[in-house]
C-alpha cells in the first residue's frame, strides 16, 4: 500500500542466466531497482587520500609539492577535476564491510570507484551519466530512454545488436539499465576472467553507439511495450497524477518513458538518428559520467582497467562540459497549483488516500537527513500513535506510509493510506487525526534525544548493514557519485552526522493543508463527480481525475485545522475532537486516545558485543565439509543435551592427524555415534540428529557466519503429521490462518515496536502446513523479543477482542482476493503452481470461503488446525550466539507453547508423516489452461509453456543449470527482441517443489497467446537444437565456467547463510552435501556438450511420444481454440520444424483442456496421474558411499586439479 519510489523509465534486460526460481520469484521483467535521482552536493571533508611526499624532502621541493597537492586537493574537493595520480581510499565504511573503496578521476574528467572483494567470483561494473528524462527535448518525450536502449545495440568495434547481450549471457553475467529523471545508469554483472572483454564492449558502447537505424522501429516497439506494462501499475498510476498537477513549465509534468506516439516519428529515416546523436553528444561525456568497478582484484589494478579502456573516450562537447542544469525554476509545484482534492478513478478494489506535500531540495542535506526525522515521527507504528489510531481504534485505514524523495525540482513528502471502507465514508477524520497530530508536532520543539536516538540507530544499521549484490553495489555507488562528495559516497544516504532541529521544523511548517494536494483512489470516483466535463485525463495513461479546492471540499475541517495549528485555541477543539471520535468507534470507547510524539528509542545496544560473530568449524570435519564447508562453514550441529559425550569423543578422534587416520576415527567412531541415535551425513561435513529421545528436539545450533554479522536468527516451525488423504486442505482452513495472522500482527507489533526499531525482528506463519517463528537481530535484543512474542502469542485474539477489527480485516482480505494488481503473466505462473503444487488455492476459492467465516472460528483456528495435532518440531540457531541462548530460546518458544518435550514429535503419537516435501502433481496428458486476462482492461495475452523434466536429481539440476543459460539468452534474443512479442519475456529452468521444469514466458499485445506459444514452441524445438548442434567447445566451456562459477559463489549475507542450512534441516538432515555433488558430476561428466544434447532431446523429443507439458494462456479477448488445421498453420508460421509437427498434433489431440486451476481441478489431474515421488535425490549412485571413498576421489580429483582443475574440489568429500 505504500508508494514506493518507481524510476520514470526503466529497461529490463532478460539476458541474465536464471536462476531456478527466478521465475518463480514473479519474473524480473519490470522496474529497475534504482534509487531517486538526488542532485549535486557540496563536499566535505573525512577522508584518507595517498600522500606524494615524504617529511625528509628537500624544503624547497616539500613547499612546492605540498603547494600542489593543497591546488590538487582544492580542485578535486571542489570542481571534481582530479588527475589519476591523485587517488583516493574511502575509509569511512560500516564496520562489517571487509570490501576496500577507493575514489579516483581520470585525466578526461571520469570519476571512478573501484571495490575489491576478496571473495568475488564474479565482476560488476556500472556507469552512471548525469542526464535523465527532465533533459528530454519538448518535441521528443522518452528520447533519454530510447538512447539508453539504443546504446546496447551495436558500437563501432562490436556492432552486433546482440553481441553484447550474448557475450554477458555465456559468461554467466546479467545486464540492466534504468533512465531515471536526471540520471541514467548501466550495469552489468559477469565471471571475473570476462571483466576485461565486458568493459572494453561497453566503453565502445559510450565512445561509438551505432544508433543503426535498422533496429529503431523495434526498439521504439520495446519502450512502447514497457510503457504499455507500466500503465497498468497502480503505484506508477499514482505518481503520474500527482506530476500532471505540477507547473507545465516544468519537467515534473512531462511524459518521460516514450511510447509510439512520441517515438514513431522518423524511426525510418535519419531524423531519429541525429536526434539520438545529437542528445547523445549533449549529454553523454565523461565529465558527466562516474564509473564503478567491483572484483577480487586489486583497486589499483581495477582502476589500471578503467583508465587504459575509459580514459580515451573524448572530453565530448562544450555543451556537455557545461555545468550540469538543475530543475528549480520555476516551481514544480507554486502556491497556486497547491491546496488541490482530486479524485481518481482506481482500478483496485481497495481505496487509497495519498497526501503529498513539496518541500526544497533536500539533496545538500545528506549530514543532517532530516527526512529520516520527519519519516519517523509520521510513520511510527507503537502505541499512541497516528497508526494505531487509524487503524486500530477508528477502524479507517489497514496501513499508512511515509516516503519523501527529492531531486533538483524539490523534494517531495507523501503520506499513504490503504483506506477501509469505513475511511472510504469518513475521510475528512483521517485528515483530521493528520493535521491534529501536526499540530502537536509544531507546538514542540524538535526533540533532540529523539533525533539523536535515530541517528543512534542509522548508524548501528549501518554499521552492520547486508552487503549487497556485485550488481546492486557499482549501480548504487555510480549513481551515488552524481551526487554526493566521494568522501561520503558510502555513508552519506544513511548517516545523520549533524542533525539540524532548526531544519526538521522549518519543513514540519510546510505540511499544511494549502501546501498539499491530495489524491482519493476509488474504483467508484466517477458515481460523485457528478459533472463530466471537470473530469480530466492524464495523456498517455488515461488514468480520469477530478480536481477540487481542498478548502472548498472540506471548509468545516480547515477551520477545525486552523485552530490546532493557533496554540491559544488548540484545547477546547482537541477535547472536541478525541470525544467525536469515541462517538464514532464505540467499539474503541474510553480506550481511544489522540496520538502522541514517540519518545526517544532506548532498545539501541550500546556495546555490540562479537565475541561468536565467526563461525568456527566443528567435529575437526572442516577437510571433509568441500566446497560446501569452505563456502559456508562447518555444519550445525544438534542441540541435544544427551549428544554431549558423544561429541567429545569424536572430537578427540579427530584431532590434528593426517588424512587416512583420521577416516579410521571417523569409522571407529561411527557406531558410538549411532548409538546416540546420529549418523553421519553424506555431505561429509556434521552428524545429523535424528529424533533423540528425552530432552532433546530437532533443534540445530552453529556459531557465527562465514559473512560478517553480529547478529544471531532462529526459526522454529512447528509441522503436523498427516496421511495421503490429508495432504490437501480446504481453502477454508487456509483462510481462517490467514485472517489470524493478519489479526494476531496487528494485535503484537505496536506493542513491540520499540523493542524492534533498535535491531531486532520477529515473523510469524501460520498454514495448514504448521506454523513457523523467525527472529533476528542483535543477541541483546532478540530473547527478549521472543519471550514478549510467545507470550502475546498464548494470549491469542481474545485478549483484544475488536468485532471492529475482525470486519475491517475481513474486507480487507476480501479486497486483496479481488484485486490483480500485478503484470497478468504473474498471475498465469501462479495458475500453473495450483495447477501442479498440493494445497495452493485459487482467489475464486479462498472468496467463497470466506462467506460463512466467523471470528470465533478464526481466533481458534492455530488450536482447532495445528496445535491439536501431533506436530514435529524443527528449529535452527545461528550467528552470533552461544549454545546456552540458542536452546534458551528454542525452549523458551516451546514451553510457552505448552509443547512436551517429546523429541520431535511434540504432540504425541499419531499417524502420518510431516510433509518435509510438497507433494507435485504428475499429469497424465498434456494440460492446457485458456481463460480470459483476469486484470480488467489490461490489453495485453500472456503464455506460460512449460515441460516438466521429472523429479530433480544431481545430473538434472547441473544439466538444466547450463541449458538455463541458454534458453534465457535463445529466447530472448528471438522473442523479445527479433520477434517483439513484448517485454515480457522470460525463459529458464524452474523448480516446483522436488520436480525440475523448464518454462518460457511472455506477455504482451503483438500477439495472441496461441501464436505466442507457436513461437516458443520454436525456440524448444528447431532454436535451442540448432544453438547446441551449433555450440562451439570454447563456448561450452564458457557456459560451463560460468555454471562453476555460480556454484562456487560464497555467501553474500547472512539469510544466504541462514537458507542454505535451513533447506536442509527442513528436510530432515537431507541434502548437506548437494552442492558437492553437483561439483563432482560437473568436474567429471560434463565435460563436453553430448550430455546437454542428449538431456535437450529427452526433453523436448520423449520416448513416450508426447511430452509432459502444462501451458496456460491469457487472452485480452475471448479466443476460442484454433482447430487443430489453425495450430499446424501457427506452428509452420513461427518456423516449428516440419519434423516436430507430429509431435505437436499429438499433444493437441491429447491436451486436456481447462478453464480454471483450482484445487478441484488439481485433484481431477492426481486422479488421472498420480504424483511424483516425493524422493530427494542430493547425491550421486556410487557403490561405495564411506567417507574414506569420498576423500579418495577427492584426493584423485585435486591431483588432476593441480593440472588445471578446481583446488576446491579436493577437499570435497
Known amino acids: 500500500t505504500a508508494l514506493p519510489y518507481i524510476p520514470p523509465n526503466s529497461r529490463m534486460n532478460s539476458a541474465s542466466t536464471s536462476s531456478a526460481h527466478e521465475e518463480e520469484r514473479g519474473v524480473e521483467v519490470g522496474l529497475a531497482a534504482a534509487a531517486a535521482s538526488k542532485g549535486p552536493s557540496d563536499a566535505g571533508a573525512g577522508w584518507a587520500k595517498t600522500s606524494l611526499c615524504t617529511a625528509g624532502a628537500v624544503c624547497a621541493f616539500c613547499v612546492a609539492l605540498f603547494l600542489l597537492l593543497i591546488c590538487g586537493w582544492q580542485r578535486?574537493?571542489?570542481e571534481g577535476a582530479a588527475t589519476l595520480g591523485e587517488v583516493a581510499k574511502l575509509s569511512l565504511k560500516p564496520k562489517g564491510d571487509q570490501r576496500t573503496y577507493q575514489f579516483a578521476m581520470l585525466p578526461n574528467g571520469l570519476k571512478v570507484v573501484s571495490v575489491r572483494d576478496e571473495k568475488a567470483l564474479t565482476a560488476a561494473y556500472s556507469v552512471s551519466v548525469k542526464a535523465g528524462s527532465y533533459d528530454d527535448p519538448d518535441a521528443l518525450p522518452g528520447l533519454a530512454h530510447f538512447v539508453e536502449h539504443m546504446v546496447f545495440l551495436g558500437s563501432a568495434r562490436f556492432p552486433e545488436p546482440s553481441g553484447y547481450d550474448d557475450f554477458v549471457n555465456a559468461n554467466g553475467g546479467n545486464l540492466n539499465a534504468y533512465t531515471a529523471s536526471e540520471v541514467t545508469v548501466f550495469y552489468t554483472e559477469l565471471r571475473q576472467d570476462a571483466?576485461?572483454?565486458?568493459?572494453?564492449?561497453?566503453?565502445?558502447?559510450?565512445?561509438s553507439p551505432l544508433f543503426d537505424p535498422r533496429y529503431m522501429e523495434k526498439e521504439v516497439h520495446a519502450v512502447d511495450s514497457e510503457h504499455a506494462k507500466n500503465v497498468q501499475d497502480p503505484s506508477r498510476r499514482l505518481y503520474e497524477v500527482l506530476n500532471a498537477l505540477a507547473d507545465p513549465r516544468s519537467p515534473v509534468s512531462r511524459f518521460r518513458t516514450g511510447d509510439l506516439q512520441t517515438l514513431s516519428k522518423g524511426t525510418e529515416s535519419s531524423d531519429m538518428r541525429n536526434e539520438l546523436q545529437g542528445w547523445f553528444g549533449k549529454h553523454y561525456c565523461p565529465s558527466r559520467m562516474a564509473l564503478a568497478t567491483y572484483g577480487s582484484e586489486s583497486v589499483a589494478a581495477q582502476l589500471a582497467r578503467a583508465a587504459r579502456l575509459f580514459g580515451n573516450l573524448s572530453t565530448g562537447s562544450r555543451t556537455c562540459q557545461e555545468a550540469r542544469k538543475t530543475w528549480d525554476v520555476p516551481a514544480s509545484y507554486s502556491p497556486n497549483r497547491m491546496g488541490k482534492w482530486v479524485t481518481v478513478l482506481g482500478t483496485q478494489p481497495q481505496p487509497q488516500l495519498i497526501q503529498a506535500f513539496p518541500l526544497p531540495d533536500l539533496t545538500k542535506e545528506f549530514k543532517s537527513q532530516p527526512s529520516k526525522y520527519i519519516k519517523y515521527i509520521l510513520g511510527y507504528g507503537g502505541e499512541k500513535s497516528l497508526l494505531t489510531l487509524l487503524r486500530d481504534d477508528l477502524g479507517l485505514v489497514s496501513s499508512f506510509d511515509v516516503g519523501v524523495e527529492t531531486d533538483s525540482t524539490g523534494a517531495l513528502l507523501i503520506v499513504s493510506y490503504s483506506l477501509s471502507r469505513q475511511g472510504l465514508a469518513r475521510v475528512d477524520i483521517v485528515l483530521d487525526a493528520f493535521f491534529y497530530y501536526l499540530a502537536t508536532l509544531r507546538h514542540a520543539p524538535v526533540d533532540g534525544a529523539l533525533y539523536a536516538s535515530i541517528a543512534n540507530v542509522s548508524r548501528l544499521a549501518w554499521d552492520w548493514s547486508t552487503p549487497t549484490s556485485p550488481a546492486d553495489t557499482v549501480q548504487g555507488l555510480a549513481e551515488a557519485l552524481t551526487r554526493l562528495p566521494p568522501e561520503l559516497l558510502l555513508s552519506g544516504d544513511s548517516l545523520i552526522e549533524e542533525p539540524d532541529a532548526g531544519l526538521v521544523a522549518d519543513l514540519i511548517g510546510l505540511l499544511v493543508p494549502e501546501n498539499m494536494n491530495a489524491l482519493l483512489v476509488d474504483q467508484d470516483a466517477e458515481k460523485s463527480w457528478g459533472d463530466q466535463t471537470k473530469v480530466q485525463t492524464v495523456p498517455h495513461y488515461d488514468i480520469k481525475y477530478k480536481v477540487e479546492d481542498v478548502r472548498s471540499r472540506f471548509a468545516k475541517n480547515?477551520?477545525?485545522?486552523?485552530?490546532?495549528?493557533?496554540?491559544?485555541?488548540?484545547g477546547a477543539s482537541q477535547a472536541e475532537f478525541l470525544e467525536e471520535l469515541r462517538q464514532f468507534s464505540p467499539d474503541a470507547g474510553a480506550d481511544a486516545s489522540l496520538p502522541e510524539p514517540p519518545k526517544p528509542i532506548r532498545a539501541v545496544p550500546a556495546d555490540v558485543q562479537t565475541d561468536l560473530m565467526r563461525a568456527t568449524l566443528t567435529f575437526g570435519l572442516a577437510q571433509l565439509g568441500g566446497v560446501d564447508g569452505e563456502l559456508f562453514g562447518s555444519n550445525p550441529t544438534a542441540l541435544a543435551l544427551g549428544s554431549a559425550a558423544a561429541r567429545g569423543a569424536i572430537d578427540t578422534a579427530l584431532g590434528p592427524i593426517d588424512a587416512q587416520v583420521r577416516q579410521a576415527a571417523v569409522a571407529e567412531a561411527r557406531s558410538e555415534v549411532q548409538a546416540n541415535q546420529l549418523a553421519l551425513t553424506d555431505g561429509g561435513a556434521d552428524f545429523a540428529a535424528e529424533g533423540v529421545a528425552g530432552n532433546d528436539t530437532a533443534a540445530w545450533y552453529r556459531q557465527g557466519w562465514v559473512t560478517v554479522s553480529p547478529e544471531m536468527q532462529v526459526k522454529v516451525m512447528l509441522r503436523p503429521r498427516v496421511t495421503k488423504d490429508q495432504w490437501e486442505s480446504p481453502p477454508a482452513d487456509d483462510v481462517r490462518l490467514a485472517l489470524y495472522s493478519s489479526l494476531l500482527q496487528e494485535v503484537i507489533a505496536p506493542q513491540l515496536y520499540d523493542r524492534m526499531i533498535g535491531g531486532a525482528s520477529y515473523e510469524l506463519s501460520f498454514a495448514t502446513e504448521g506454523i513457523s517463528f523467525t527472529f533476528k537481530g542483535f543477541p541483546a535484543l532478540v530473547p527478549d523479543l521472543v519471550s514478549s512474542v510467545v507470550a502475546h502469542f498464548k494470549k491469542g485474539l481474545s485478549a483484544h477482542p475488536s468485532a471492529s477489527r475482525f470486519s475491517r480485516v475481513l474486507s480487507e482480505y476480501t479486497d486483496s482476493l479481488r484485486s490483480y494488481s500485478e503484470m497478468p503473466i504473474q498471475y498465469a505462473i501462479n495458475d500453473r503452481n495450483v495447477l501442479l503444487t498440493t494445497n495452493m488455492h485459487s482467489k475464486e476459492e479462498s472468496l467463497a470461503a470466506l462467506s460463512d467465516l466467523q471470528e470465533a472460528s478464526v481466533a481458534s483456528s492455530p488450536q482447532d488446525l495445528l496445535l491439536s495435532k501431533p506436530l514435529e518440531l524443527m528449529a535452527l540457531v545461528m550467528g552470533n550466539v552461544g549454545e546456552d541462548t540458542g536452546r534458551d530460546?528454542?525452549?523458551?518458544?516451546?514451553?510457552?507453547?505448552?509443547?512436551?518435550?517429546?523429541?520431535?514429535?511434540?504432540?504425541?503419537?499419531?499417524?502420518?508423516?510431516?510433509?518435509?516435501?510438497?507433494?507435485?502433481?504428475?499429469?497424465?496428458r498434456p494440460v492446457e489452461l485458456r481463460r480470459r486476462n483476469p486484470r480488467v482492461g489490461d490489453p495485453n495475452d500472456a503464455v506460460v509453456v512449460s515441460l516438466i523434466v521429472g523429479v530433480m536429481t544431481v545430473e538434472s539440476r547441473v544439466h538444466l543449470g547450463i541449458l538455463g543459460q541458454m534458453l534465457s539468452q535463445v529466447a530472448y534474443n528471438e522473442l523479445r527482441t527479433r520477434q517483439q512479442l513484448g517485454y515480457v519475456v522470460n525463459a529458464g529452468e524452474v523448480q516446483v517443489s522436488n520436480v525440475h521444469l523448464v518454462s518460457t514466458v511472455v506477455q504482451g499485445n503483438a500477439l495472441p497467446a496461441d501464436a505466442m506459444e507457436a513461437a516458443v514452441e520454436q525456440v524448444y524445438l528447431e532454436l535451442m537444437p540448432a544453438r547446441l548442434a551449433n555450440l562451439s567447445e570454447a563456448e561450452f566451456q564458457s557456459y560451463r565456467s560460468s555454471y562453476k562459477s555460480a556454484l562456487l559463489k560464497p555467501a553474500l549475507t547472512t539469510k544466504d547463510e541462514f537458507d542454505h542450512f535451513w533447506s536442509p534441516v527442513s528436510h530432515q538432515g537431507q541434502c548437506y552435501g548437494l552442492r558437492n555433488e553437483m561439483l563432482n558430476y560437473l568436474e567429471d561428466s560434463v565435460t563436453d556438450k553430448a550430455p546437454l544434447v542428449k538431456a535437450w532431446d529427452e526433453l523436448v523429443n520423449p520416448k513416450e511420444g508426447i511430452r509432459q507439458k502444462v501451458v496456460v494462456k491469457y487472452f485480452a479477448n475471448a479466443t476460442a481454440r484454433p482447430s487443430k488445421q489453425e495450430a499446424e498453420r501457427l506452428w509452420k508460421a513461427h518456423g516449428v520444424p516440419t519434423s516436430a509437427l507430429p509431435l505437436l498434433a499429438r499433444e493437441y489431440d491429447e491436451a486436456l483442456l481447462l478453464e480454471r486451476a483450482d484445487s478441484a481441478t488439481r485433484a481431477s489431474l492426481a486422479k488421472a496421474g498420480g504424483y511424483f515421488p516425493q524422493a530427494l535425490h542430493c547425491s550421486l549412485p556410487r557403490e561405495d558411499t564411506t567417507v574414506l571413498a569420498g576423500v579418495a576421489r577427492g584426493q584423485a580429483r585435486a591431483s588432476r586439479g593441480a593440472r588445471g582443475g578446481s583446488a576446491f574440489l579436493g577437499l570435497d568429500s
Not at 571483466?195 to 565512445?207: H, K, N, V, W
Not at 480547515?558 to 488548540?570: L, V
Not at 512436551?900 to 503419537?909: E, F, I, K, L, T
Open 76 to 78: 578535486l574537493h571542489h
Open 195 to 207: 571483466a576485461d572483454e565486458g568493459m572494453e564492449r561497453f566503453s565502445d558502447f559510450l565512445a
Open 558 to 570: 480547515c477551520k477545525r485545522w486552523g485552530q490546532w495549528a493557533n496554540s491559544s485555541a488548540a
Open 889 to 924: 530460546v528454542v525452549s523458551t518458544i516451546q514451553d510457552g507453547l505448552g509443547l512436551a518435550r517429546q523429541g520431535p514429535d511434540v504432540g504425541g503419537g499419531g499417524s502420518g508423516e510431516v510433509l518435509s516435501v510438497t507433494p507435485v502433481v504428475r499429469p497424465g
